[in-house]
C-alpha cells in the first residue's frame, strides 16, 4: 500500500530532484537518439564492437553505461567529454517541466532544501539553473561521476553525496524521479522516493517509489 503524498512531503527537510524529467526535459529539442548516434560513431571510430541491442539505442546514458564495459579508460573519458557537450548544448533549448519552478521556489519558502541529484553533468544542470534563476535555490547538484559509469544512479552513490553535502539524514529526505534507477539509488540509500509518473506506463515502472504523482503540481501544492 502506497503512503500519502502530504505525508511523505510533510516528512522531509530535504527535497532531492532529478533533473531531466521533474525539472526539465533536456533533449526536448535537441534529439538524445542523435547524441546516443555520435557516442556509438566514437566507439566504432576507436575499434569498439557494437552489441546488436545497442546499435538501436536512444538514451545516450546507456552508452555511456556501456563504455564501463570496454575497461578504456581514456575512451570512457573521451565519450564522457562528449556526452557533457552534448548536454551543454541541449541545456540551450530544454524545456523546463511543468511547476518545476514552483515547487523549487516554494520548497524554498517553506524553509526545505532543494538538491539536484541527476546522471546528467553538473555543468549541464549548472548551466541550466544559472539561465532559469534558479541557482541560488539549489544546493548541492550531484551530477554524474566524471568518466565513472558505474556510480551512476540506480548506484545510491550520488544520493548518499548529497545527504553528505547536506548533513542529512536519510529519513528527513525524499528523492523525486522519474526512472526506476532514480527509485532505486533512493531505497538503497534509506530515502523516501517519489515516483514522478508523467508518461504512459510509468506509474507501473516506479511502482516500488512510495507514492506516485502525475504532475508536478501536486508537490508544488504539498509546499
Known sequence: MMADLAAVVARARYILLDFDGPVCSVFANHAASGVAADLRRVLVDEGVGIPEALLTETDPLEVVRYTATVRRPGLTRRIEEALTAAEL??????????????????????????????NNSAA????????????????????????????????????LAALDELAADPDAC???????????????????????????????????????????????TKL
Open 174 to 220: 525524499v528523492m523525486v524521479g522519474d526512472s526506476t534507477s532514480d527509485i532505486d539509488a533512493a531505497r538503497a540509500a534509506g530515502v523516501a522516493a517519489i515516483g514522478y509518473a508523467n508518461k504512459p506506463g510509468k506509474r507501473t515502472r516506479l511502482a516500488k517509489a512510495d507514492v506516485l504523482m502525475d504532475s508536478m503540481a501536486e508537490l508544488a
Open 124 to 159: 549541464a544542470v549548472r548551466a541550466y539553473l544559472a539561465a532559469r534563476r534558479l541557482d541560488d535555490y539549489v544546493y548541492p547538484v550531484v551530477g554524474r561521476a566524471f568518466a565513472d559509469p558505474g556510480r551512476m544512479k540506480p548506484n545510491p552513490a550520488p544520493v
Open 89 to 118: 548544448t541541449a541545456i540551450g533549448s530544454a524545456e523546463p517541466t511543468p511547476y518545476a519552478r514552483e515547487v523549487i521556489v516554494a520548497a524554498h519558502r517553506a524553509g526545505r532544501r532543494v538538491a539536484i541529484v541527476s
